[in-house]
């Protein structure tokens, strides 16, 4: 106890919020541990489901669709024949800043 009462007021605030994060964590742990929810046995129907959706997810093409090219063309003038050789390429990023009227 004396060496509490002989340490610095800063230190001592200090030490207070460590302990105070220290606490908080370790409750935030544990109730996590507490609060888990048990697992639950799927029904045969729901096995059946889960293993024809794994199946379909394993088995699917996905393609996507979502392409910005035609944005930088129309809207800051990028030039799709730029191989990033000529010393006049940019990258879209220096297109667009330069559309804003900001140096780069």
């Known amino acids: 106890m004396q060496r509490i009462t002989k340490m ?3 230190t001592k ?3 207070f919020f460590v302990l105070l994060v ?3 964590v370790g409750g ?3 109730a996590g541990l507490l609060l888990q929810e ?3 046995v799927l ?3 729901e096995e059946v ?3 024809h959706t794994v199946q379909l997810h394993r088995d699917a093409i996905v393609i996507d669709g979502h ?3 035609a944005t930088w063309i129309l809207d800051f003038g990028f030039d799709l024949g730029m191989d990033g050789d000529e010393p006049g390429d940019r990258s879209p990023l220096i297109y667009a800043v330069r559309s804003l009227d900001v140096a780069p």
């Open 67 to 69: 392409n910005d090219v």
């Open 43 to 45: 029904t045969p129907e």
């Open 8 to 10: 610095k007021r800063r």
């Open 22 to 24: 220290v606490v908080i």
């Open 38 to 40: 048990a697992p639950r």
């Open 49 to 51: 489901m889960r293993a």
């Open 13 to 15: 605030v200090l030490l």
């Open 28 to 30: 935030r742990l544990v």
